[in-house]
């Protein structure tokens, strides 16, 4: 029988409106499906070993995906193809379709875990009674990620039961993980020893600390939202030092039509609104590329480095803070007033330094700043704050009253 004669049963498939039949066939699907995901898990294994995508420039991750696998499953073939080396039981289980590709891959993750918690050679019985342990939580319906936390149990106690090292200053234990869901947001989460631990604690409270509003009431940010701007301030420091003079060190690549500016994107979270651009653009490095048709880069200007040097300097001595909220100077951007992409220019009477939520507030919202006839900057409310929009002067030379 050819496979694909089980796609065109399938295809044909009715589907019964009794619930005891419609249960059953529901059974049978997810066996089925089981049991050609462990094919499939072999089938890469027998690819990857085979070196025939290496041959090709290519991995057997891509070359799965060119034939059509999802990029989680393409990696989990792989690692399930490879991984059951040694672990008969489980082989057989998945073989029969009895557990998913899901649960199988937990307990070899599970298994391989455990072993490199070791500080000595593992034993072939070792091994046995290691499976055993993670196949009796997967037959009795464990979701694969109590699987994975009974792992992380067992490898711990055979580390102390072998010297190796506690689980806190483990560092093969050390993971990070993110996505970007279908919203555009960057989602993830991280599990690290103890040492990069105190330094993330280190590094974040400098900048997480509660700040007071303008008018001198608590911050109103919740610690979850202040610790993600820290996250922000951090990675364009570089760092996390306190240094009041050069700008942020981290490089990020935004791709800019000349022609369509509001189809501006990024390298890694992809689209962006035309607001969001300029606001990046405010304290960047502009490299202009210009690009032929099939998307060659034919002509190259030189990059261009905002606000640095004495400007900076200057700006930060005239406004002390952000001019709108008076947040630290160490959190603040320097803003062009005239935007660089409509020609204005980077000089002292252009800039004025805006925290980062005053900058994003300045580029997405109505509010505006300008430059007044004393030579420091002026903020324009929006109509639904003021509905006669009359000027504020920038917040350090702002009295309470007024700032209320």
Same mark, same amino acid.
């Given at each position: 029988?050819?496979?694909?004669? =089980?796609?065109?049963?399938? =295809?044909?498939?009715?589907? /019964?409106?009794?619930?005891?039949?419609?249960?059953?066939?529901?059974?049978?699907?997810?066996?089925?499906?089981?049991?050609?995901?462990?094919?499939?898990? !072999?089938?890469?294994?027998?690819?990857?070993?085979?070196?025939?995508?290496? +041959?090709?420039?290519?991995?057997? #991750?891509?070359?799965?995906?060119?034939? $059509?696998?999802? *990029?989680?499953?393409?990696?989990?073939?792989?690692? !399930?193809?490879?991984?059951? %080396?040694?672990?008969?039981?489980?082989?057989?289980?998945?073989?029969?379709?009895?557990?998913?590709?899901?649960?199988?891959?937990? !307990?070899?993750?599970?298994?391989?875990?455990?072993?490199?918690?070791?500080?000595?050679?593992?034993?072939?019985?070792?091994?046995?009674?290691?499976?055993? +342990?993670?196949?009796?939580?997967?037959?009795?319906?464990?979701? *694969?990620?109590?699987? $994975?936390?009974?792992? &992380?149990?067992?490898g711990n106690q055979v580390a102390n039961d072998t010297g190796g090292l506690p689980p806190a200053e483990d560092r093969s234990l050390?993971?990070?993980?993110?996505?970007?869901? /279908?919203?555009? &947001?960057?989602?993830?989460?991280?599990?690290?020893?103890?040492?990069?631990?105190?330094?993330?604690?280190?590094?974040?409270?400098?900048?997480?600390?509660?700040?007071?509003?303008?008018?001198?009431?608590?911050?109103?940010?919740?610690?979850? +939202?202040?610790? %993600?701007?820290?996250?922000?301030?951090?990675?364009?420091? $570089?760092?996390?030092?306190?240094?009041? !003079?050069?700008?942020?060190?981290?490089?990020?690549?935004?791709?800019?039509?000349?022609?369509?500016?509001e189809a501006a994107t990024l390298r890694w979270m992809e689209p962006i609104t035309e607001a969001t651009a300029a606001g990046l653009?405010?304290?960047?490095?502009?490299?202009?590329?210009?690009?032929?048709?099939?998307?060659?880069?034919?002509?190259?200007?030189? *990059?261009?480095?905002?606000?640095?040097?004495?400007?900076?300097?200057?700006?930060?001595? &005239?406004?002390?803070?952000?001019? +709108?909220?008076?947040?630290? =100077?160490?959190?603040?951007?320097?803003?062009?007033?005239?935007?660089? #992409?409509?020609?204005?220019?980077?000089?002292?009477?252009?800039?004025?330094?805006?925290?980062?939520?005053?900058?994003r507030a300045v580029h997405h919202t109505d509010w505006d700043v300008i430059m007044g006839s004393d030579g420091h900057p002026w903020?324009? *409310?929006?109509?639904?704050?003021?509905?006669?929009? &009359?000027?504020?002067?920038?917040?350090?030379?702002?009295?309470?009253?007024?700032?209320?």
């Amino acid at each position: 029988m050819r496979l694909l004669d =089980v796609v065109d049963s399938l =295809v044909d498939l009715v589907i /019964p409106d009794d619930p005891g039949e419609l249960l059953a066939m529901t059974k049978d699907l997810i066996t089925l499906r089981n049991a050609g995901e462990h094919q499939l898990a !072999v089938c890469a294994a027998m690819i990857d070993q085979s070196g025939m995508a290496r +041959k090709s420039g290519s991995t057997t #991750a891509k070359l799965l995906q060119a034939n $059509g696998a999802a *990029p989680g499953a393409a990696y989990r073939w792989i690692r !399930v193809g490879s991984g059951l %080396a040694g672990l008969d039981r489980t082989a057989g289980y998945s073989r029969d379709g009895f557990l998913s590709s899901e649960h199988v891959d937990a !307990v070899v993750k599970g298994v391989a875990h455990i072993v490199d918690r070791s500080d000595e050679a593992v034993t072939g019985e070792q091994w046995v009674e290691f499976e055993r +342990k993670l196949l009796s939580h997967a037959i009795s319906g464990a979701p *694969p990620s109590e699987i $994975g936390a009974v792992a &992380r149990g067992l490898g711990n106690q055979v580390a102390n039961d072998t010297g190796g090292l506690p689980p806190a200053e483990d560092r093969s234990l050390n993971s990070l993980d993110y996505v970007v869901n /279908p919203e555009g &947001r960057c989602v993830g989460r991280f599990d690290v020893d103890v040492v990069i631990g105190e330094k993330l604690f280190s590094a974040l409270d400098l900048w997480s600390r509660a700040r007071p509003e303008p008018d001198g009431s608590d911050d109103a940010r919740t610690p979850t +939202k202040r610790r %993600a701007d820290a996250l922000h301030q951090l990675l364009d420091c $570089g760092g996390g030092g306190q240094d009041l !003079v050069s700008a942020p060190r981290t490089e990020v690549m935004v791709t800019v039509p000349a022609d369509h500016p509001e189809a501006a994107t990024l390298r890694w979270m992809e689209p962006i609104t035309e607001a969001t651009a300029a606001g990046l653009a405010c304290d960047s490095t502009i490299t202009s590329i210009t690009l032929d048709g099939q998307e060659v880069p034919i002509d190259l200007s030189p *990059p261009k480095r905002l606000f640095t040097g004495l400007v900076r300097k200057a700006i930060i001595i &005239r406004d002390t803070c952000c001019v +709108k909220c008076g947040g630290s =100077v160490t959190w603040s951007d320097c803003h062009h007033i005239t935007h660089f #992409a409509d020609g204005g220019a980077t000089t002292l009477e252009n800039g004025c330094l805006l925290c980062r939520t005053c900058h994003r507030a300045v580029h997405h919202t109505d509010w505006d700043v300008i430059m007044g006839s004393d030579g420091h900057p002026w903020l324009i *409310p929006p109509a639904d704050i003021d509905p006669q929009r &009359r000027p504020l002067p920038a917040y350090n030379r702002r009295t309470l009253t007024l700032a209320a």
